[in-house]
């Protein structure tokens, strides 16, 4: 059957989008060419902008050999990992610096850092969210300072999260919390500053020792129609740039190893750890939990899942980590009075079914 073939107008009387962002690239196309168009026959072109290619392939080697960066001076090389994703702005700059100046080595040089970026990132682009999964987690660091703590506990608890994490709770907005998630959570417990709500049976609650003198990290098991799952909920030392100290975390990475260490002690095959780890997946302090759990984000999400600050957000330090289980979906929630978003995930508890 002959196939016919169909443009559609907007209200402007444009073509469809596709032909819209056809017409874009053979315009940029025609830019490009008529700005390198006077190039031709001027030798200059190989040496002019030799600073701007030398600072790509520095750049490139930053982005490839971040784990190398030392941190002994400032843990300059964990500040290096948390943002390391926004190097990748500074390749756009250094394209229109080397067409200002009309260098072709340094857009030959630029073809480094770009491949080296969207080695590293580029899959993030590519929306991976998968079908199923029987098990809905979130996690949300509230925010001692929440001015409206039960508006944020009924705005995370309308995600549809079976198992909810909830960080920085002060204690006199713990009933607060309570009051607002008991119709939809049944099953709930809080230790220290860390609280867990369930739809789910919880049981088998104890506090973990992370290092810090009051408690900030849990352990309980969430009895799913699919199996126990073993829930870790924990809210790691805040880290801080200065310009005396560079990036101080001493405290946070040895909070990451105690909390490692109890993650890998843990019986039950299935685990999953809900939390502010103020810290990304990139950062080498977190090895001792991230070695051995995989974020559901890297795996099934779209996009970076920055969480904080919720204003701007710059950094994924809020993470849901998984081990033997299957993540299926990842994504990031609506901002409520919390400087933090709050991430949410589904994942399949029950392995077995196809």
Request: hydrophobic letters at 45%.
């Amino acid at each position: 059957m002959a196939q016919q073939a169909y443009m559609t107008d907007t209200d402007s009387g444009d073509p469809d989008p596709e032909r819209r962002e056809s017409r874009m690239r053979s315009l940029i196309r025609r830019l490009f060419v008529r700005a390198v168009s006077g190039w031709r026959g001027d030798r200059r072109i190989w040496l002019r902008g030799l600073v701007t290619a030398v600072v790509a392939l520095l750049l490139s080697a930053v982005m490839a050999g971040h784990a190398h960066i030392p941190n002994a001076i400032g843990n300059l090389g964990s500040l290096t990992e948390t943002f390391l994703p926004w190097f990748g702005l500074l390749i756009p700059l250094l394209l229109v610096i080397a067409l200002v100046r009309k260098s072709a080595t340094a857009l030959i040089a630029l073809v480094v850092p770009a491949t080296v970026w969207m080695n590293l990132f580029g899959g993030l682009f590519f929306d991976k969210t998968g079908t199923g999964g029987d098990l809905t987690v979130a996690t949300h660091n509230v925010n001692a300072d929440n001015a409206d703590p039960s508006g944020t506990a009924r705005a995370v608890a309308a995600a549809g999260a079976d198992v909810l994490a909830l960080e920085e709770l002060k204690s006199t907005a713990v009933p607060t919390y309570e009051k607002a998630l008991e119709e939809k959570y049944p099953h709930h417990e809080v230790v220290g500053t860390v609280g867990l709500w369930s739809k789910y049976p919880v049981s088998d609650v104890r506090a973990v020792d992370i290092r810090m003198g009051w408690k900030r990290a849990m352990r309980a098991t969430v009895t799913t129609p699919s199996g126990p799952v073993a829930v870790y909920v924990a809210h790691l030392p805040s880290v801080r740039v200065k310009l005396e100290a560079g990036f101080t975390a001493r405290q946070r990475d040895r909070s990451a190893a105690a909390l490692g260490a109890a993650i890998e002690h843990e019986k039950l095959p299935r685990k999953i750890l809900l939390g502010d780890l103020n810290g990304t997946m990139n950062d080498r302090a977190l090895t001792a939990i991230t070695s051995q759990m995989r974020s559901p984000q890297g795996a099934v999400g779209g996009g970076f899942g920055f969480s904080w600050p919720a204003s701007f957000p710059m950094a994924r330090i809020d993470q849901i980590l998984v081990s033997g289980l299957d993540p299926t979906a990842s994504w990031t929630l609506p901002a409520t009075g919390s400087d933090h978003l709050p991430i949410a995930a589904r994942v399949k508890v029950d392995t077995t079914a196809s």
